[in-house]
């Protein structure tokens, strides 16, 4: 009986020192929340500079309609790449999937291509005059549906890669010593266990789904970005109170989340080699998926930029023009793509980690409203968060303001617009660490940041790596806060993308795309896959 008296008072002792953070480390957690409210700042001063009424505009008719079918695509895409997304990695993570290591490479990769260029490329497959002509042509919120699915279930798919190849497999192992069936084990063992990550994930699709434009302006489907960027030159006023919606929804999505979401036990621990199972008669189905998958979502573009670049071999103009010119034009934005998409994703790992600890360990009001406000800036199309960075660039004071239009302003727009695919990623990959680790290390006397550094970074580095790839993969196509606080004279592939398909040299935007998936290929296998690979 004493001994049994004493447990709910160590455990209350725990859990006060968990709650507990150090006051510098939570004055961290305070800036960082502050910083990412910046977008949303700028939007809500320009709305009272302007005297816009947001009420009234956010009850309009023109602003309903579309609104709700932002909510529509968003929560439909966020179902669909969840479904999708998490099946994927299951197969290639906890399966003899045929292939494997090789869809391990493939599938995430079709992150890396613009929304605007995905939808024209699968507008040019199908259809009359396309690749496939027997398939029909699909437009609408089916053809923004398919695109955003398609291109987006890798926010999803990478994630629950990552935790799975880190769950302990003792519970599983015994589940299949009991005689559970193998699909069993996966619903009632396998899922459970990794159901935040796949949360996580679905929430970074749906505020994806909002901030879209460029599918949905390519399938001619009416959203609230569309009416963004249509009313931005007539009338700012609109334009800005309707980015302090999605900014504002936002906000609310992830508060409702943190609500709804119950305190998460402590991790049961992080294992190794993990338990793989037979596909047996569903094997052919399952590489027909995931061949279906890379066929459509980056075969079908990969041939499309493929056909550009032959019809471009037969014109005569200005630009590249075809398989007989040189590449040497695209080495430089290469080569600044590369590096400000490894930087960002780095940067953002390191600006968004102490959120994500705290989140994780520290769960309180502080931690939940800093996470929201990193969370909001991701529903923000990237042309409102870059000219929320200019507006506060620009009005800095002193030597600040020089940093307008330099490297660090830019890598700072991407942290800021990308920050919550890497915060996500990390809460999920931290909330997994046994909480016996702290506790054995506070007995021994070990320091926090020692303890952290020893044992706590080694076991999430593996959802930190993926995090930072997410980064780095949207960073690679992003395109408005690059040509907006780009220094001048750097190029990337994206802009220029941008640049060619805008002067009608679709030879070049085809030769440029195709660049642009190798290079996220090689990023992609260089900082994220390679550790996963050798297993």
């Known amino acids: 009986?004493?001994?049994?008296?004493?447990?709910?008072?160590?455990?209350?002792?725990?859990?006060?020192?968990?709650?507990?953070?150090?006051?510098?480390?939570?004055?961290?957690?305070?800036?960082?929340?502050?910083?990412?409210?910046?977008?949303?700042?700028?939007?809500a001063w320009g709305s009272l500079r302007l005297g816009a009424d947001f009420w009234e505009?956010?009850?309009?008719?023109?602003?309903?309609?579309?609104?709700?079918?932002s909510l529509l695509i968003a929560a439909s895409a966020a179902t669909s790449c969840m479904v999708l997304g998490t099946i994927l990695a299951l197969m290639v993570a906890r399966t003899d999937l045929a292939g494997r290591r090789l869809w391990r490479v493939l599938l995430p990769l079709p992150l890396v291509i613009p929304s605007f260029v995905g939808a024209t490329a699968l507008?040019?497959?199908?259809?009359?005059?396309?690749l496939v002509p027997f398939v029909p042509r699909i437009e609408g919120f089916w053809g923004a549906l398919i695109v955003l699915t398609l291109l987006s279930y890798p926010y999803v798919y990478l994630p629950v890669l990552a935790r799975l190849s880190t769950t302990l497999p003792t519970v599983e192992e015994a589940a299949r010593l009991l005689g559970s069936r193998p699909w069993r084990t996966m619903v009632r063992v396998v899922l459970p266990n990794i159901r935040d990550t796949v949360a996580a994930g679905t929430m970074l699709v749906f505020l994806y789904g909002l901030s879209d434009f460029g599918a949905v302006a390519m399938m001619r489907y009416d959203t609230i970005t569309r009416a963004i960027f249509s009313s931005r030159l007539f009338d700012r006023a609109t334009s800005l109170t309707l980015g302090l919606v999605l900014a504002v929804m936002a906000l609310i999505v992830a508060t409702a989340e943190r609500a709804v979401t119950p305190d998460r036990r402590p991790g049961k621990g992080i294992g190794g080699r993990q338990v793989r199972y037979?596909?047996?008669?569903?094997?052919?189905?399952?590489?027909?998926?995931?061949?279906?998958?890379?066929?459509?979502?980056?075969?079908?573009?990969?041939?499309?930029?493929?056909?550009?670049?032959?019809?471009?071999?037969?014109?005569?103009?200005?630009?590249?023009?075809?398989?007989?010119?040189?590449?040497?034009f695209l080495v430089q934005p290469a080569l600044n793509s590369a590096v400000a998409s490894v930087v960002a994703g780095v940067a953002a790992v390191a600006l968004t980690l102490p959120v994500a600890y705290a989140t994780a360990r520290h769960r309180n009001r502080i931690s939940g409203a800093a996470a929201a406000s990193v969370t909001s800036v991701f529903a923000l199309p990237g042309l409102v968060v870059?000219?929320?960075?200019?507006?506060?660039a620009i009005r800095a004071p002193g030597?600040?303001?020089?940093?307008?239009?330099?490297?660090?302003?830019?890598?700072?727009?991407?942290?800021?617009?990308?920050?919550?695919?890497?915060?996500k990623a990390s809460q999920a990959a931290i909330a997994d660490v046994p909480r016996r680790f702290d506790?054995?290390?506070?007995?021994?006397?070990?320091?926090?940041?020692?303890?952290?550094?020893?044992?706590?970074?080694?076991?999430?580095?593996?959802?930190?790596?993926?995090?930072?790839?997410?980064?780095?993969?949207?960073?690679?196509?992003?395109?408005?806060?690059?040509?907006?606080?780009?220094p001048i004279g750097f190029e990337t592939l994206a802009t220029r993308m941008w640049s060619a398909a805008e002067d009608g040299f679709f030879a070049e935007v085809g030769i440029t795309s195709l660049v642009l998936i190798l290079l996220s290929g090689v990023l992609t296998w260089v900082f994220v896959l390679r550790r996963e690979l050798r297993m």
Do not use: C
């Open 439 to 486: 506790e054995a290390a506070r007995t021994l006397g070990v320091t926090g940041r020692r303890r952290f550094l020893a044992i706590d970074l080694p076991l999430v580095m593996p959802g930190l790596v993926t995090g930072g790839g997410l980064v780095l993969l949207s960073t690679l196509k992003e395109l408005p806060a690059t040509l907006l606080l780009a």
């Open 1 to 43: 009986m004493k001994a049994g008296s004493s447990n709910p008072e160590v455990g209350a002792t725990t859990v006060s020192r968990r709650t507990r953070p150090h006051p510098a480390f939570a004055v961290i957690v305070v800036v960082l929340g502050f910083l990412f409210l910046f977008p949303a700042g700028y939007l």
């Open 123 to 130: 507008l040019s497959a199908f259809g009359p005059g396309g």
């Open 399 to 423: 030597p600040l303001a020089a940093l307008y239009q330099t490297f660090p302003l830019l890598v700072l727009a991407y942290v800021l617009h990308f920050g919550a695919q890497s915060m």
């Open 278 to 328: 037979r596909l047996g008669r569903a094997a052919g189905p399952a590489v027909a998926l995931a061949a279906g998958v890379v066929g459509v979502a980056l075969v079908a573009p990969l041939a499309v930029f493929l056909l550009w670049v032959i019809r471009g071999s037969t014109t005569v103009g200005v630009g590249f023009s075809g398989l007989g010119d040189g590449l040497g």
């Open 57 to 69: 505009i956010l009850a309009s008719a023109r602003t309903l309609r579309p609104l709700g079918n």
């Open 386 to 392: 870059a000219l929320a960075v200019v507006f506060w």
